[in-house]
């Protein structure tokens, strides 16, 4: 009697209940075609898997509240302070709970992580534009997500309470104040009461932060990689064969789910060594916040670099006409800077379209090189960006290689526009240089196989 | 002859039913996936690294167990964690690259459904056909939603004062409130020395009000540039300035006090988040940095007893600017 196949009666029990075997086989055979740099948005999930797993852990401890208490535990530093509950909890995850510290540090460096992998995978999709028709929607959802995920880090990093923590609070109530006729009330309605805000304050956040934002960033990533199985990836032109219309890849099952679970298994490796090896944000160094306190030297989170780096470079005037101001000077860096990079990277799909009047399918990706102007236009807006980013850390500059902080203002000020200037020009033309080198190459080709067949005839003549 | 043809028969009969064996078994025995050859030594290895895996988990958990919450180091736990995750990744990717059949495999990218689509709006085009008033209708499915939507978002009014924004140019100073430090002593005008830099709160506030904090400092009088309003805020050369910048709330919490005077020709008050620098002696005024608005300057006295107080409340709101805050007075 033939042995039978043990798996017959589980894959029978759930075709009969749901009939979707037809659905099963085809997901077992979803293709993913090979190539390492599609790999970046699968670590941004699995930093994400991290967080709220780390994130749910957290949050058994935490206590969002701003109620005075006194501390006493084995941090002797802080020993007899007042602080507020919040800032207490955090201490006693990082000292009195067994893994508390490694939890706490895993979460935030997979935060840390999460976006740089996100934003790697932006310039990659960028860069190769695999935005375009079909996968505009695709691609826009991923700029939602990452402009969800720059708050939700925030406030992350925000819900502490020390006094770094509130020094990037005290921020943020500067830049909503600022936004143009609603920045008083948005501001009085988001803190409750003028900074340091009501005690609900606490409350908001804490539920922007667990619940509201991680469930807008999951729901998105759903809807992301719903729209990406449902047209699928896109592939380099790596042979003749790979075509818009013919797609060439390994198959979700057998081969591509070992290797997706690698990377996967690798990156939470990755994330609990650095949270287990790497000192991040020790919080216990800061000291509670008050608004009457400051430091020097204050960084955020990686990722906010950019508009630190904006809100200095900003030159100091606030626009009024006679006794009204109208834009105080944090709304330029600290929120239409950041609106500005979205809505240029959110339109540039359409824009490039009119301009190149390809309206056509593209599921084969280009090479950097294939489209210069569009390459030439990232590089110069990236290293725009990127240049606001490094003056967010010109006053560490200053400390560390004593690099005059006014001068470097100065050549940042000129330099933001002038290097990605440059830039446009240079990398314009190294695409159009690599593109000729390729067609000579071709030609060189094409002439040396002539060449070889004349002779092949020739010897055919004689004899 | 008849045996003989029976015998034909019976043995074309057996032949056709071996033949039609044959290719069942030849069907089923069609794979999807192929087979490729094992690999003994592969698995081998997958088994070794899963072996360590499973070592690294049960030291997490020892290594949990074992030290008190004071000496468990988290290096050893992150270690534990860390390199469990990474054995087992590097057993999977040695079952993805010698143990899985990798094929590379064809597939069509998706069309459009050109029927289907046209359908989709045939059919809700069609459903509409009993109604005649469509735009009506519409509207006041819209008002309806709309006037629902604006109730439902009404509850947020709740969250603040919203347009009611004189809380902002709320500051707990007034005239006769003495100056006090961080421990609710009061500042005597000679503690107040030159090249140093006080924090002070009125005397009973909440300090953690942006209007409470204020920076003292004790300039040369001869020095003052203030102006003439406010002659007199300044007894002894000691001024005081809201501590909170007024480009985005942070604390000015540097004193730039003049080492080297051709270098650094003015003492300056600094804010550590972007840089905004206020000069004492000039009522507060901006010389550095983004800040758009001078610091609010606090009138001083100094009473008989030679303790410091406030003698009214500031110049200006405290706090990042927001729109129309030049209107607007401390109160």
Known sequence: MAERDPLEDPVHFVEERTAAAPLLRGALRYLFPDHWSFLLGEVALYAFIVLVATGIYLALFFDPSTAKTVYHGPYGPLDGQQMSAAYKSLLDISFTYKAGLLIRQTHHWAADVFLVSFVMHLMRVFFTGAYRKPRELTWIIGLLMLFTALPEGFLGYSLGDDLLSGMGIAIAYGVALSIPVIGGPLALAIWGAPFPGKPEFWSRMYIAHVFLLPILIGTLIAIHLALVALRHHTQFKESPRHTDRRLIGVPLFPGQTPRSLALMFAAFGVLFLLGGLVQINPIWQWGPYHPYLGTNGAQPDWYLGWLIGALRLMPGFDVTIGHITLVPNPFWGGALFPLFVLMVLAVFPWVERRFTKDYAFHNVADRPRDAPTRTAFGVAFLSWVFLIFAFGSADRLFVLYGLSYDIQLYAFRIGIWVVPAVLFVLTRRICRDLQAAERVEEIQHAAEEEVARERLEAHAGIT | ?331
């Open chain 2, 1 to 331: 002859m008849k045996r003989l043809l029976r015998w034909v028969v019976a043995l074309g009969a057996l032949l056709y039913g071996r033949m039609l064996r044959r290719r069942r078994e030849k069907r089923e025995r069609r794979r999807i996936v192929p087979a490729g050859t094992p690999e003994r030594s592969a698995e081998n290895l997958v088994l070794a690294l899963l072996g360590v895996a499973t070592l690294f988990a049960i030291g997490f958990i020892v290594a949990y167990a074992e030290y008190s919450p004071r000496s468990l180091p988290n290096e050893l736990l992150g270690i534990c964690l860390g390199m469990c995750f990474l054995f087992i990744a590097a057993a999977l990717a040695v079952v993805a690259k010698r143990l899985v059949v990798t094929e590379e495999l064809e597939d069509k990218y998706p069309k459009v459904h050109e029927e289907e689509q046209l359908q989709v709006a045939e059919i809700v085009h069609e459903s509409g056909g009993r109604i005649t008033r469509k735009r009506l209708l519409m509207g006041a499915g819209a008002a309806a939603g709309g006037a629902l939507a604006a109730a439902l978002g009404t509850p947020a009014a709740s969250l603040g004062p919203v347009w009611h924004t004189a809380p902002l140019d709320q500051s707990p100073w007034r005239r006769g409130k003495r100056l006090v430090d961080e421990d609710d002593r009061p500042y005597s005008a000679d503690t107040i020395e030159q090249g140093s830099f006080y924090t002070a709160f009125p005397e009973g506030a909440d300090k953690d009000r942006l209007g409470a904090a204020v920076v003292v400092v004790r300039l040369d009088p001869n020095g003052l540039q203030l102006p003439a309003a406010r002659a007199t805020w300044a007894p002894e050369g000691i001024v005081a300035y809201s501590k909170i910048c007024t480009h985005a709330g942070c604390a000015i919490a540097l004193y730039r006090k003049p080492t080297f005077p051709t270098l650094e020709p003015h003492a300056a008050l600094v804010c550590p988040c972007h840089y905004s620098t206020f000069d004492p002696a000039r009522a507060g005024a901006v010389i550095y940095g983004p800040a758009g608005r001078p610091l609010p300057q606090l009138p001083l006295l100094i009473d008989d007893a030679g303790m410091m107080r406030a003698g009214g409340n500031f110049s200006g709101p405290v706090g990042p600017s927001w729109w129309a805050v030049r209107d607007h007075k401390a109160d």
